[in-house]
């Protein structure tokens, strides 16, 4: 089975959960910047929750498919469509051969997620499938999908295969089939818009001033134009340090949020550098991630701080609750009856 | 127990900057902190310093031969190492726990337990390890096309563009750390007669193996990237590899040597020539 990309869309890059292992090298992690949208859209059509998938950003490409598939779109809600029909997103949908899966404006969110049943057959670069834009690595080419590409698909598992033969039995002429079921609003992240995002203190939290440690709890911010994969580049009230301080280089990780000396916070996201020098004031709840990583530029966040010992548990919880989901999706995918 | 550093006052006023109250470990001058849910920084403090580096390889070396279950990976850097984890996956080194959140008094939080592990690694240190440094001389062709500020930082440091060259060349640079671009090596050893400041614009894009200045730091960029130092050579060399198991061509504790090279040795380059 391959995938026709007729139209590439604004960026349409292959991402996994991301390059591990290689940060001491210099090597940037990459990965879905919304890792729960992936791992849910896996799981849907019977991948391992940490396989690839296309992540779709704002404005989504025209894909053909050649041959009968499972697939599931998680996460922004681009207004996918088949053959002219809303395709329901967080659910399994059985698309037939030949048909045209299509993005159309951008309702909520800024990236969607869509996997195949066997995944997307790119090789490996250091353990890993996501793309690195400037460094070329991963996913196609190292590049984001242009038109024309075609893309091939992988071995399906048993239970994906079951389920979309069961499926197309049922499809009589429609061009796809989505399940009735899906994942439901308690178990997904708090997606929200203007969300409010929760931090643990950064080490140098304190060598800013009481203003701008009370002010970054009480006003919005922005998030610029200029924000991206590497990170997002906030305004709002500048926030200052008591004195300059200049942190000797460290590592940094994904939901670090860093003071330039301009007074602008950069959150540092999926494509993060290995190591940052700027005071460090916060570093996002892990759990919050997905939340922020579907607010695009131009919209605003709030933020608000918790205790470590709180973002660990909100993180098992949230661990919990998606080991439960994922196996409730495998008893779905394994009924006879199909979509 | 590890031993202290020299700079024993810089070290106290690091410890004191960056004292919460909190995560400092009882028994030695190392604190321990989080970086957010998932991640932990073991820090050494004070300067940077080839004694401090000593020990942060002591410590990743010592990562890399018993591998932790639940550790994801481990980032050196000049005075600290990073170790990221998966919080649902470690075990608590003495009592074999995983969390559990049972309300007992005796739960401890991921946080807490790869606080244990890693405390437990530092006090098993036990000093600097010799390490036996690779040198790895990297051929340069200074000047022209491929080092377009040469001139630049020749006027700036008062020296001739062939004494900025002999300079550089001659020094043996610590990479203390990989970082900013994939391969990219913090190089620490750099004279600095030949310092210069950056450019006051960056260039958008330089090419691969451009050996540049920065303020008192010299490096080599690995991949196309935007940046501002002062450009005087390049390399042949690739020093990012990612067809490689180490796709840097550089590791964190090599002693870098810069050997000059003609133009027509640079063309004549063949990626088996080292």
């Given at each position: 089975m391959s ?5 590439s ?8 959960q991301?390059?591990f292992g ?5 090597v940037?992690v990459?990965g ?9 859209a896996n ?7 940490g396989?690839?998938?296309l992540?779709?950003?704002l ?8 041959a ?8 922004g809600?681009?207004?996918p469509?088949?053959?002219?029909q ?7 949908v059985?698309?037939?051969?030949g048909?045209?899966l299509?993005f ?6 800024a990236?969607?997620?869509l996997?195949?049943?066997?995944g997307?057959?790119?090789p490996?670069?250091?353990q890993s ?19 024309g ?8 598992s ?22 009735p079921?899906?994942i439901?609003f ?13 931090f643990?203190?950064g080490?140098?939290?304190r060598?800013?001033?009481?203003e701008?440690?009370a ?7 922005y998030?610029?134009?200029?924000s991206?994969?590497m ?5 709002g009230?500048a926030?200052?340090l008591?004195?300059p301080?200049?942190p ?9 949020v860093?003071?330039?000396?301009e007074g ?6 999926a494509?993060r ?16 991630l997905?939340?922020l990583a ?6 605003s ?11 660990e548990?909100?993180?098992?919880d ?17 009924k006879?009856?199909?979509v | 127990m590890?031993k ?8 106290s ?8 109250g909190l995560y400092?470990?009882?028994?030695s001058?190392v ?9 932990i ?9 080839p ?21 994801v990976?481990?980032v050196?850097a ?7 984890y998966?919080p ?5 080194p003495?009592t074999?726990?995983?969390?559990s959140?049972?309300?007992?008094k005796?739960d401890r939080s991921?946080?807490e337990?790869?606080k ?7 006090m098993g240190?036990e ?27 020749a ?6 563009a ?18 900013f ?8 050893g750099m ?22 200045i920065?303020g008192k730091q010299?490096?080599?960029?690995p991949i196309a990237t935007p ?10 060399l ?11 061509l550089l590791?964190?504790g090599?002693?870098v040597?810069f ?5 027509e040795?640079?063309a004549?380059w ?5």
């Amino acid at each position: 089975m391959s995938l026709y990309i007729i139209k590439s869309g604004l960026l349409t890059t292959i991402q996994d959960q991301g390059r591990f292992g290689y940060q001491q090298q210099g090597v940037i992690v990459s990965g879905a910047m919304d890792s729960f949208a992936l791992r849910a859209a896996n799981v849907l059509v019977g991948n391992d929750q940490g396989d690839e998938a296309l992540e779709i950003t704002l404005r989504g490409p025209s894909i053909r498919f050649d041959a009968e598939a499972l697939i599931a779109i998680c996460g922004g809600n681009l207004s996918p469509s088949i053959g002219g029909q809303k395709v329901p997103l967080w659910r399994p949908v059985i698309i037939r051969a030949g048909e045209v899966l299509e993005f159309g404006p951008c309702i909520w969110g800024a990236r969607a997620y869509l996997a195949v049943a066997g995944g997307i057959d790119v090789p490996l670069v250091l353990q890993s499938r996501s793309t690195y834009l400037r460094a070329g690595l991963g996913g196609l080419e190292g590049r984001a999908l242009r038109t024309g590409d075609v893309l091939r698909c992988g071995a399906v598992s048993d239970c994906a295969a079951k389920y979309t033969r069961n499926g197309l039995a049922a499809l009589e002429s429609k061009p796809f089939a989505a399940a009735p079921w899906f994942i439901g609003f308690p178990s997904r992240p708090a997606y929200a818009q203007e969300p409010v995002i929760r931090f643990i203190q950064g080490r140098d939290f304190r060598h800013f001033t009481e203003e701008s440690k009370a002010a970054f709890v009480s006003r919005p911010f922005y998030v610029t134009p200029q924000s991206d994969r590497m990170g997002y580049r906030l305004e709002g009230q500048a926030i200052r340090l008591m004195q300059p301080f200049e942190p000797i280089s460290e590592a940094v990780s994904f939901g670090t949020v860093q003071v330039p000396p301009e007074g602008n916070p950069i959150i540092l996201m999926a494509d993060r550098q290995t190591i940052g020098g700027y005071p460090k004031i916060a570093q996002v709840a892990s759990v919050d991630l997905p939340v922020l990583a579907q607010v695009k530029p131009g919209e605003s966040i709030r933020l608000a701080e918790i205790s470590l010992e709180h973002a660990e548990e909100l993180y098992m919880d949230a661990e919990q609750s998606f080991a439960l989901t994922e196996k409730a999706i495998g008893l779905y995918l394994t009924k006879e009856r199909g979509v | 127990m590890i031993k202290k550093t020299d700079n024993k006052t810089a070290d106290s006023i690091a410890r004191g900057r960056h004292m919460s109250g909190l995560y400092e470990t009882d028994e030695s001058d190392v604190l321990v902190l989080p970086l957010g849910d998932r991640a932990i920084v073991v820090d050494w403090g004070g300067s940077i310093h080839p004694d401090t580096h000593g020990k942060i390889r002591a410590l990743c070396s010592q990562m890399e031969r018993n591998p932790v279950p639940g550790i994801v990976e481990v980032v050196p850097a000049y005075t600290t190492v990073t170790v990221f984890y998966e919080p649902l996956k470690l075990r608590d080194p003495v009592t074999g726990d995983q969390w559990s959140r049972s309300g007992g008094k005796d739960d401890r939080s991921p946080f807490e337990i790869i606080k244990r592990i890693v405390s437990r690694m530092v006090m098993g240190l036990e000093s600097v390890e010799a390490g036996s440094s690779r040198i790895v001389e990297i051929p340069v062709c200074y000047g022209g096309e491929f080092g377009p500020d040469l001139h630049d930082v020749a006027v700036h440091t008062g020296l001739s563009a062939e004494e900025v060259i002999k300079i550089h060349a001659s020094q043996d640079y610590l990479v203390y750390m990989i970082g900013f671009a994939p391969g990219f090596p913090y190089l620490g050893g750099m004279p600095e007669r030949i310092a210069v400041p950056r450019r006051s614009s960056p260039r958008p894009t330089i090419d691969p193996g451009s050996v540049g200045i920065g303020g008192k730091q010299t490096g080599v960029y690995p991949i196309a990237t935007p940046g501002g130092w002062q450009l005087i050579g390049r390399t042949p060399l690739k020093l990012f590899r990612p067809d490689h198991a180490a796709p840097s061509l550089l590791q964190m504790g090599d002693i870098v040597r810069f050997r000059p090279i003609a133009p027509e040795q640079y063309a004549a380059w063949k990626e088996d020539d080292i």
